[in-house]
């Protein structure tokens, strides 16, 4: 199996390592528009070669691991240029625009939406880790796509552990903007929030225990990403946020208030996540 890897970040660079490691893959070409990505990719190991992208279309799968605004100008151009056993799919956190953009394409039926719930706040190819995905879950826009492309696209993810769920691309939008955009949107708002209030830097450093450490590990992930995702989400998303600044204002109001068997009852329904997330 030879795969082409377009995006060699965190996403993409840890698939081709397992993919690489784990025998699905034999041949791995990289294809990036940053020189020192593509030169860190080769030297860590994890793509065989670099090429353009338009001699690096003729393999058997095409990972696109960019951001979405980037992917939904490029795909209809991609599918132009495939072969007709070219299997192609992305990795990114929405899939309604991007599935737009080719809804008439011809070859429409070669290309899968997935969207591998995993990562961190890193970014770029030294951000690549071994067994990412392991145990994780990961969600495939089957849709329109081909019986044979959704066998293809099922083993890889079955080569990297994960957990397969199948939902339309409406569907995956909706729960996704839910379950992780706005978490994201709650740690960059904390972050700024922190920085804005604590001048000193040195105070954040020595007064940030475990808590605020991990509820704002996610302000550390990267805005080139982030912002399409946000900008293709933003249906969902702002429903979210409607209801999540609901329940800050309702917090609010019972803390000025000293409301404080109004805020214990808040906190004792919310405790009842405890009982889905073990």
Not at 11 to 19: E, K, T
Not at 61 to 82: F, G, N, R, Y
Not at 185 to 193: D, E, G, Y
Not at 261 to 273: E, G, V
């Amino acid at each position: 199996m030879t795969i082409t890897v377009i995006g060699l970040g965190l996403i993409g660079g840890s698939m081709a390592l397992d993919l690489k490691e784990r025998g699905y893959a034999k041949h791995i070409i990289g294809v990036d528009n940053d020189k020192e990505h593509c030169k860190k990719a080769l030297k860590i190991g994890f793509v065989d070669e670099i090429k353009t992208m338009n001699d690096a279309l003729n393999s058997d799968l095409i990972i696109l691991s960019i951001p979405v605004t980037e992917t939904a100008k490029l795909l209809p151009k991609i599918l132009d240029l495939i072969g007709e056993n070219t299997v192609v799919m992305d990795v990114g956190s929405t899939k309604q625009n991007i599935c737009k953009a080719i809804k008439k394409h011809h070859k429409r039926k070669q290309f899968i939406g997935t969207h591998p719930i995993a990562g961190t706040e890193n970014s770029g190819p030294t951000a690549a880790i071994k067994n990412l995905f392991d145990n994780k879950t990961c969600i495939l826009c089957v849709d329109v796509s081909a019986l044979w492309v959704v066998e293809r696209v099922s083993k890889l993810y079955e080569k990297l552990n994960m957990k397969i769920l199948f939902m339309k691309a409406e569907e995956h939008d909706m729960h996704v903007a839910y379950v992780s955009h706005i978490s994201h949107i709650s740690s960059f708002a904390l972050a700024t929030t922190v920085l804005e209030i604590e001048k000193n830097a040195s105070t954040i450093f020595d007064l940030a225990g475990s808590g605020f450490a991990s509820t704002v590990r996610l302000a550390k992930s990267s805005p080139d990403m982030w912002a399409p995702i946000f900008e293709h989400n933003s249906k969902y998303i702002s429903k979210a946020l409607g209801t999540y600044i609901k329940h800050l204002t309702k917090f609010k109001e019972n803390i000025d208030k000293k409301n404080t068997k109004a805020t214990h009852k808040s906190m004792i329904k919310s405790n009842a996540i405890r009982k889905i997330l073990k």
